[in-house]
């Protein structure tokens, strides 16, 4: 088998070019680094699927913003059972135009498909996550993710390497700048709206967190095809740590995973849905009452698979506990208050 390109990543170790990788894999060679036998996938006529007889929510934001009041606070009441519930919901309706996130996929598509070596260019500097690479390798012996990805730090703009961002191409970075300011437009509007679903008291005790000055990352995810899925993963189980995650599907191709009670399943991606997940920040925010879900990403024989991630913290100087009205004798803090730098 042809040895796929080394990537070296920010915390100093070496690994293959998933999507390099992919071009020379057979059925008999899947690398034994990325081979995982800890996992529990449900197999299915060959196929590695997972159990999808639950539908995760559908949430309309157009009814959330509704000036019609029955309608509003039904939404909010959905928007409210989904976070409480399930942790994960698609929304519609969000009013992101649909031009725009065209031009988002198409872009994404593009930048996975340049040369190696173009590619290359924003690859990840020692001791630093950001850039072209892999996520979480910690040793040149662990199990690898069957992927590639590209992540970086996209708002506050003082915060962006200035070797990654403002280096993309054109139009690559000028889409993304848009789909930046329109992502955090969401983001903002959707903690608001936990913020009456959870009927707290303190004025903007979420919102305020998040806003002039919060954190906005990215990651680009490429999923090359595997001949073996079922002996690989996309992307290890995790939750997230941020706020709220808004994941855009670049094809629609399956992949996502949810657990939930105990059983993995599959989110079926609606068209020019965003996938909107509860991250740790918001769990402790809320003392508990929403919850931070694991998930995963899987793979499959025949196509690629791509989403883009943007991911909301709060701002740097932010101290993060459980709201103060959300703490009752009845429900007690879960969680300790800890300065966003501590975690």
């Known amino acids: 088998m042809e040895t796929a390109k080394l990537v070296k990543l920010g915390n100093g170790f070496s690994v293959p070019n998933v999507q390099e990788l992919a071009k020379h894999t057979t059925s008999a060679e899947v690398p034994s680094r990325y081979i995982c036998t800890d996992q529990d996938p449900v197999i299915i006529n060959g196929a590695w699927s997972a159990i999808d007889d639950e539908m995760v929510p559908t949430i309309d934001l157009g009814n959330l913003l509704s000036p019609e009041p029955i309608t509003r606070k039904s939404e909010l009441d959905n928007l409210h059972s989904a976070c409480k519930d399930w942790g994960f919901f698609q929304v519609v309706n969000h009013g992101v135009d649909t031009l725009l996130l065209e031009n988002v996929k198409s872009e994404i ?7 190696m070596n173009d590619k290359a260019k924003y690859g990840q500097k020692e001791g630093d996550d950001e850039g072209f690479g892999q996520h979480f390798v ?5 199990r690898l993710d069957w992927a590639d990805l590209f992540f970086m730090v996209t708002l506050p703009h003082h915060l962006r390497k200035p070797y990654l961002f403002p280096q993309l191409p054109m139009p690559l970075r000028e889409t993304l700048e848009s789909y930046s300011s329109e992502m955090n437009k969401l983001a903002m509007t959707l903690f608001g709206m936990t913020e009456k679903a959870l009927h707290v008291v303190e004025a ?14 990215m990651r680009m995810n490429y999923y090359p095809p595997c001949p073996r899925p079922e002996l690989v993963i996309g992307l290890t189980p995790h939750s997230d740590f941020s706020g709220l995650t808004i994941l855009l599907q670049v094809n ?5 995973q949810i657990r939930k009670e105990e059983r993995w399943i599959s989110i079926k991606p ?3 849905a965003f996938i909107v997940n509860i991250g740790d920040i918001l769990e402790i925010l809320t003392n508990g009452i929403y919850r931070s879900v694991e998930h995963r990403a899987t793979t499959n024989s025949m196509k690629k698979r ?14 993060i506990g459980p709201i103060s009205s ?18």
Do not use: W, Y
């Open 109 to 115: 598509d593009k930048f996975f498909n340049l040369p």
């Open 138 to 142: 910690q040793s040149d012996d662990q």
């Open 204 to 217: 903007k005790a979420i919102t305020g967190l998040f806003e002039d000055g919060g954190l906005q990352s």
């Open 252 to 256: 629609q191709v399956e992949g996502l």
């Open 270 to 272: 609606l068209p020019n």
């Open 306 to 319: 791509l989403s883009i991630a943007t991911f909301h913290e709060p701002k740097l100087e932010s101290e």
């Open 326 to 343: 959300l703490i009752t004798p009845q429900t007690p803090a879960m969680f300790r208050n800890l300065g966003m730098r501590n975690f």
